[in-house]
DNA sequence: CCAAAAGTGTTTATGATACACCCATGT
DNA sequence: ACATGGGTGTATCATAAACACTTTTGG
């Protein structure tokens, strides 16, 4: 192999910080380690970097066999290199976040993890190496991503409501909106459709359904449009 | 040692994009590479990381190495890994950005590279690996930070005119900039200090010089000032 | 006295915020 | 009929944008 290169090498790995969303709020899947180090210790879903995949790839597949999880959009976060945040010696690990509804998505324990479930991202268990570090950092992300992205529909059901898509972004920026200006402005983004359907079996007035037109989106987006909310 | 990794892994590098202005606009500091592969094209400076320094220490020294520049704040841009990027064999970048002061900061050849130069940005030389897209992100990162944080003042000299720093933020806003609009934004952001003095040898009113006071902004940075501009 | 850039306020337009009541449905 | 959340408009305030002339200095 003509000029290869012959240095120690740090490992890498990849992890992803998936967060959902449940009635109690803003939650985040992790997995049990079923081996050292860390064994029964919690920690983000992760692991090996293949050499003939991308970086973006190996998350996804580390995502999948560990916790049933497939097909979300994976960003990338930031990469965690500092020697010493792994025992076993020099491990680079290059994180991504992504978003997903938990109820649409029941999580599995999966092969390389003992079990994988939702916790509140406020009130995380104890994490192995660095990644209470890496969830903080991912959290800080969320939150400044969603005040200029509708990044948020990611995160509900595919037909919702906008009470629900209000108490979303209440939670994501923690402070109490009012419905009005909030709905004036949703709708003036003019990237909900209308599904012509309306909430079942609620105890009061039904309200209506809509859908976020990812298309129209990206239009937009690439139009110049500002999504801020 | 217990628990080692034994995977096939990937070399790991870091590379640093580097940005400068002058009279003529904005600049990237590049290097023309001497050794294989890619000799005698011209890159972004960079190389590997040791296996006992962290990933911003390593930016930090091959910058110094290649381009002799110290000092600089640099951030994390992102990471690149696909396989195929590096002819050599599977070799994932960490690349960081930071912007500095072109007339202020010569930069000299030095030992891993054969010489050292300024770009501009909008009309570099061919690129090795896959550094035009580096580049790319890196502007793109530059324009969209410019927006909502003065990162702008890394670029000038320590003294700078108000009409100087506009200059700057049209030249990476791309577009005009009302002078007095201007001057009410940046003065109320309260961020700048008079120094006293102002311009010398200019054939006209010589304008007053400021400072940016670095500790008032992380004050009001840290208690949520707004700082778009 | 001319050229060249520095410096300075006010008006207008636009968008953000605050705010309260009636409606539809299930029990 | 009542409890529960769904749905709607307007007035006010704050911030951004548009805009032109006088001042200083060196040549």
Same mark, same amino acid.
């Given at each position: 192999?003509?000029?290869?290169? @012959?240095?120690?090498?740090? =490992?890498?790995?990849?992890?992803?910080?998936?967060?959902? !969303?449940?009635? $109690?709020?803003?939650? #985040? %899947?992790?997995?049990?380690?079923?081996?050292?180090?860390?064994?029964?210790?919690?920690?983000?879903?992760?692991?090996?970097?293949?050499?003939?995949?991308?970086?973006?790839?190996?998350?996804?597949?580390?995502?999948?066999?560990?916790?049933?999880?497939?097909?979300?959009?994976?960003?990338?976060?930031?990469?965690?290199?500092?020697?010493?945040?792994?025992?076993?010696?020099?491990?680079?690990?290059?994180?991504?976040?992504?978003?997903?509804?938990?109820?649409?998505?029941?999580?599995?324990?999966?092969? @390389?993890?003992?079990?994988? =479930?939702?916790?509140?991202?406020?009130?995380?268990?104890? !994490?192995?190496? $660095?990644?209470?570090? #890496? %969830?903080?950092?991912?959290?800080?992300?969320?939150?400044?991503?969603?005040?200029?992205?509708?990044?948020?529909?990611?995160?509900?059901?595919?037909?919702?409501?906008?009470?629900?898509?209000?108490?979303?972004?209440?939670?994501?920026?923690?402070?109490?909106?009012?419905?009005?200006?909030?709905?004036?402005?949703?709708?003036?983004?003019?990237?909900?459709?209308?599904?012509?359907?309306?909430?079942?079996?609620?105890?009061?007035?039904?309200?209506?359904?809509?859908?976020?037109?990812?298309?129209?989106?990206?239009?937009?987006?690439?139009?110049?449009?500002?999504?801020?909310?």
């Amino acid at each position: 192999m003509p000029y290869s290169y @012959d240095y120690p090498r740090p =490992a890498l790995t990849v992890d992803c910080v998936i967060f959902g !969303l449940d009635e $109690d709020g803003l939650k #985040v %899947l992790l997995i049990k380690r079923g081996g050292e180090p860390f064994r029964g210790c919690w920690a983000i879903p992760g692991g090996f970097v293949d050499m003939d995949e991308s970086l973006e790839q190996a998350a996804r597949r580390e995502l999948e066999e560990e916790t049933g999880l497939k097909s979300v959009y994976l960003e990338q976060l930031y990469t965690f290199g500092d020697p010493g945040r792994d025992p076993r010696g020099r491990v680079v690990t290059v994180a991504y976040w992504a978003l997903t509804r938990v109820l649409a998505e029941p999580v599995r324990a999966a092969s @390389d993890a003992d079990s994988a =479930a939702w916790f509140a991202v406020d009130d995380p268990p104890k !994490l192995a190496f $660095d990644h209470a570090r #890496v %969830l903080e950092v991912a959290h800080e992300r969320l939150r400044s991503k969603v005040r200029y992205q509708p990044v948020g529909f990611e995160l509900l059901p595919r037909d919702f409501t906008l009470s629900q898509l209000q108490q979303l972004y209440e939670i994501l920026l923690d402070r109490p909106i009012d419905k009005r200006n909030f709905r004036k402005r949703v709708m003036d983004l003019d990237v909900l459709v209308d599904t012509g359907e309306v909430q079942q079996d609620v105890a009061h007035r039904a309200a209506k359904l809509y859908r976020f037109d990812r298309r129209r989106y990206e239009q937009l987006l690439r139009s110049g449009v500002n999504f801020e909310i």
